[in-house]
Every structure is written in C-alpha cells, then in structure tokens.
C-alpha cells in the first residue's frame, strides 16, 4: 500500500462496477477491496481509508438497502455521487459457447437486470457477492456449462470470453455510486475541486409520531424553494415499526433559506441529519 496515495475503498474484487467508478474518479488513488459494503465503509471510519465508494441505486433494480443504512447508522458525509451505464455481459471460459451454459453466477441486483435473458435461455441462477466475483470464480472452475454476468473489464482481467454483450433488460440500466468520506470537521484529507460545489444534498429526518408530520416536513422543504427528488422511507431496526425518512434535493443548504429551512426541519423533526452537499450527479460513460 502506498501512503502517498489516496487509498479508496470497494467491495468486490477487481474488475467490480465499484471499482471501476473509483478508478475513474480517483485515477491517481489507489484502490483496496474489501468483501462487503459496511466493511468498505468502516474502513473509511478508521482511517484505513480515505474515501468508499458503493452503489446507493439502481435505474432497474432500485435503491442498495445495505447501503442506505449504512448511511443512517454511520458517521460518514457524501462527498459526491457519480453514474455508470451498466452493461452486463455473459461470460465463460475460453473454448465453450452459449449453447453449452447451463447455470450463471452474479450479484443478485445483475441477476434480476437481466430476468428476461436468463428466462428465456433457460439458465439456473446462482448468487454471488458481486459480479467482478462470479467472473474470477467461474475462471476458477475452469467449467464449460458455467458463465457469469459481468463488466467487459472482467473478462479481460479473468481471461474469458465475451459469449454474449449487453444481455441486460433495460437499455438506459444506470448505477449511482456515492463517494463517502469522514466529516469536515475529522478528516484531514484535501478535497479534490470536483467536490466543491453545492448543487444537492442527501439527508435523513425522523419525524415526531404526530398527525401530519411528514406533510409538514415535505412542504417546509418546498416553501424554502428545494426541489426534492427522492423521498424513501426505511425501518430503523431497532424500534418495531418505527421508519427513517431518506431525502434527495437540488440546492446549497449553506444558503440563509437553505439555514433556515434546516432550522425548521429541526424544530419539527426528532433527527435531522444532513448527509452531504455536494455538485450535481457527475455521469461516466461505460
């Protein structure tokens, strides 16, 4: 590990879609892979790290629940989030064809992606941790009647072999990766300048178990002048029936409207907890 490079954490192995974002943001970083997504995060939360970088969505599948709570129960900020088309393809080792395939191997998300295909040839499914996984396992078992469903990078770095391109259902299949880092006020890392504007936020309300409290917190947003994108509600785990509000606008919350919308949110809400301002989605070709 080099300790003048920026050390940006994944879960996957090389070749994951993760991976592949954090390369392109962080193309002097150097990357470290780590087997799931809150031990990614908690890298970055002992200073092992200095930025994760996991999926928060999907265009067909929806949003990354795990890391959505991550989010709720960690002390990470955002210090930017980032597109990828995603284009899965069907791999397998070198000397078999399509019609020999019997099972494939991917993360779930990539396996319901691509339903249809898999339906219509008839495939069994079996799941792995991540796509980059399924490659380098399917390399591994050196099995004609297996293939994985994964990026074109892995395919390169496993030595297989494109059966088939683009097999995923939707066309317009896109992933948003958030670029997560310790507070402001912790770390001790430069900002890179694509960071520094404030275009959107992220935050998280827990409202008071009274009528009309998620209308009121929804409409002090609006009469501040935020547009909000993305409202998702999700259990807090650990009180039954109990939800967090996950919110996604466009805006600069260090404005005077954007302090005092904030300040009446507050007034109004049990848990304010501003996630992150950061510039709009920066989009990445494949």
């Given amino acids: 590990m080099d300790n003048n490079k920026l050390q940006i954490a994944y879960s996957g192995v090389q070749g994951a879609y993760a991976g592949i974002v954090a390369s ?5 970083g150097e990357l470290v892979s780590y087997s799931s997504f809150r031990q990614a995060y908690e890298a970055v939360e002992k200073k092992e790290c200095d930025y994760a970088v996991l999926p928060i ?4 599948a929806g949003e990354v629940a795990q890391v959505t709570d991550l989010l709720y129960s ?31 191997y991917s993360h779930p998300q990539a396996l319901d992606q691509c339903s249809e295909y898999i339906y219509l040839h008839g495939f069994e499914k079996r799941v792995a941790t991540n796509t980059a996984m399924a490659a380098k396992e399917v390399a591994l078992l050196e099995d004609p009647t297996m293939a994985a469903i994964a990026s074109k990078e892995t395919a390169q770095i496993y030595g297989l072999k494109i059966l088939e391109s683009a097999i995923n259902e939707s066309e317009s299949n896109t992933t948003r990766f958030v670029v997560l880092k310790l507070d402001k006020e912790t770390s001790n890392i430069e900002q890179k300048e694509i960071f520094k504007r404030k275009e959107a936020f992220t935050m998280i309300l827990i409202v008071k178990n009274e009528a009309g409290a998620v209308a009121r917190a929804i409409t002090t947003i609006g009469d501040f002048g935020f547009n909000m994108r993305t409202l998702r509600s999700r259990p807090q785990k650990t009180l039954l029936w109990n939800y967090y509000f996950y919110i996604e ?15 009446m949110l507050k007034e109004n809400c049990e848990m304010v907890k501003v996630l992150g301002n950061y510039p709009a989605d920066v989009v990445f070709e494949d």
């Fill in 249 to 263: 606008g466009e805006g600069d919350l260090s404005t005077v409207k954007g302090v005092k919308m904030l300040e």
């Fill in 24 to 28: 392109k943001i962080f193309p002097e």
């Fill in 57 to 60: 969505e999907n265009s067909f």
């Fill in 74 to 104: 960690g002390s990470l900020t955002i210090a930017g989030i980032f597109e990828l088309p995603i284009v899965h393809n069907i791999l397998g080792i070198e000397g078999t064809d399509l019609s020999r395939i019997k099972t494939v």
